[in-house]
């Protein structure tokens, strides 16, 4: 069972199936993605995998980005060895831009550090979730945030037809409070925020270029970074 990927939002088009139906399918570039950690139960009290994708020019990696991938030779390296602690193993790769772990719960357990996983891991996949990021839209009113329909663009309501209406409720002496409810549906911060498109259908798998076409959208801008596993939803 594959661990996961991360891979990069291309865009969107259309491709036909085999009945000759017209399909909305997203493209995704999808590794090859580089293991940079393992981790165990013993030392680090989770199963789990860390991987990598997109090489950082060195000049743009810190030491610590740089110290990750690779043996540098640190003071605190040295202290360690001379204590007689074993490293970690490295990757022996460029540092990466992009790193996120995969739980893996006891499966996986093959995979070594420095191994490459590619798209082809998806081989026997058919559905996958996509973890993106969506599209930040700063400030927004209660029209573009909820979906209100505002108020009636008739005589009487000047230049109030985009506001939320009333927000509190009234207090009367039958123990109704007049504050505002938490949880109300307001004008604030729109977007930004981390979102799961579950059970996507696998088109199609490029392996030569590593790109994964799914059926339908997925969160974020073109370009965007995004985490693609096996899904877990049944039916």
């Not at 680090?44 to 994708?53: I, M, P, R, S, T």
């Not at 357990?109 to 026997?124: I, R």
């Not at 230049?159 to 307001?186: D, L, Q, V, Y």
């Not at 604030?188 to 199609?204: D, S």
Request: proline share 5%; glycine share 14%; net charge positive.
């Amino acid at each position: 069972m594959p661990v996961g990927l991360l891979g990069r939002k291309i865009g969107m088009t259309q491709v036909y199936d085999d009945q000759g139906n017209l399909q909305p399918v997203t493209v995704i570039e999808a590794g090859p993605c580089t293991v940079l950690q393992v981790r165990t139960p013993e030392r680090d009290g989770y199963e789990a995998v860390q991987l990598g994708f997109v090489d950082k020019p060195r000049r743009l990696a810190t030491r610590s980005e740089r110290g990750h991938v690779a043996a540098i030779g640190s003071k605190r390296a040295k202290r360690r060895a001379a204590g007689g602690l074993a490293a970690a193993p490295k990757p022996d790769c460029e540092p990466q831009r992009w790193v996120r772990e995969f739980r893996t719960d006891g499966e996986n357990n093959e995979l070594q550090v420095g191994n490459k996983l590619t798209v082809e891991v998806f081989k026997e996949v058919t559905h996958v979730d996509v973890i993106g990021t969506t599209k930040g839209r700063g400030f927004a009113g209660v029209m573009k945030r909820h979906n209100f329909h505002g108020l009636r663009a008739s005589h009487g309501v000047q230049r109030h037809h985009r506001a939320p209406g009333g927000i509190g409720g009234h207090a009367t002496n039958r123990g109704f409070c007049g504050r505002i409810k938490k949880g109300k549906r307001m004008a604030g911060r729109y977007g930004g925020t981390q979102a799961t498109i579950r059970n996507l259908k696998v088109v199609k798998l490029d392996e030569g270029s590593n790109c994964m076409l799914v059926l339908g959208a997925i969160p974020g801008p073109n370009g965007g970074f995004v985490m693609i596993r096996k899904t877990n939803k049944l039916g």
